[in-house]
């Protein structure tokens, strides 16, 4: 157990939606990152958060978007939502070093 | 651009029969290598970090090593319990603090009794 969950586990919505995830962190741990996991491919870097402000973005476009609360909470929001985003979507929080712990994952299926 | 390279994709092993998954990577400045087993529809478990070529982490049957170029995850005497997808991720100096993990592919291991 790492002491991350993700909610909801498993989520259905249409094309042009609009989703939230939410992650809950470690205490302590003031650093949370999103992944997106194709199936069959390794998670790929949305961004990150630390101290609630975004300091490093992967290849996504801007209707990828976050938020980072005082109480280690985290939200991944996607707007006008495709097909492609159909995919695991997972946090990952770390302290001070490098390492970074996931959480379970949130099953996002786009009809 | 940094890159992660993982084989064999897919690996069938006897019980008690050991071998080696291998991670290939390509980085400007490696500042940590990484290892974590994933199960089915679940989020990926953290196994090893390796900083520096010569460092070795060990964890009751597995051995992970690192060279300048690869790192190898040696599975000794597996049991039908390590199947699961193994994944390999670096983390560069380039990246400075945004914590951008580049995985590879990953390694499916299926070990029969």
């Known amino acids: 157990e790492t002491g991350v969950t993700q909610s909801p586990t498993h989520l259905i919505k249409t094309r042009g939606q609009q989703v939230t995830l939410r992650c809950s962190s470690q205490s302590g741990h003031n650093t949370v990152s999103w992944y997106q996991q194709a199936l069959g491919q390794g998670p790929q870097f949305i961004f990150q958060y630390y101290r609630e402000e975004e300091n490093g973005r992967g290849n996504f476009p801007p209707r990828f978007s976050g938020l980072q609360f005082p109480n280690y909470s985290s939200e991944l929001n996607v707007n006008a939502l495709e097909l492609d985003d159909s995919a695991l979507y997972l946090c990952?929080?770390?302290?001070?070093?490098?390492?970074?712990?996931f959480g379970p994952g949130t099953r996002l299926t786009v009809l | 651009e940094d890159q992660v390279t993982q084989s064999p994709e897919a690996l069938r092993l006897q019980e008690g029969e050991s071998s080696s998954l291998n991670c290939s990577y390509t980085?400007?400045?490696?500042?940590?290598l990484f290892w974590y087993r994933q199960d089915p529809g679940k989020g990926p478990e953290f196994l090893f970090t390796l900083y520096s070529a010569g460092e070795e982490k060990e964890k009751e049957r597995l051995k992970a090593t690192l060279t300048k170029k690869e790192s190898f995850l040696h599975i000794t005497a597996p049991k039908p319990e390590d199947s699961a997808t193994y994944l390999c991720a670096v983390l560069s100096h380039g990246s400075g603090n945004t914590g951008k993990l580049i995985f590879g592919q990953g390694t499916t291991l299926q070990v029969k009794p």
């Open positions: 980085v400007s400045g490696l500042r940590g």
């Open positions: 990952a929080s770390r302290e001070a070093g490098d390492t970074q712990y």
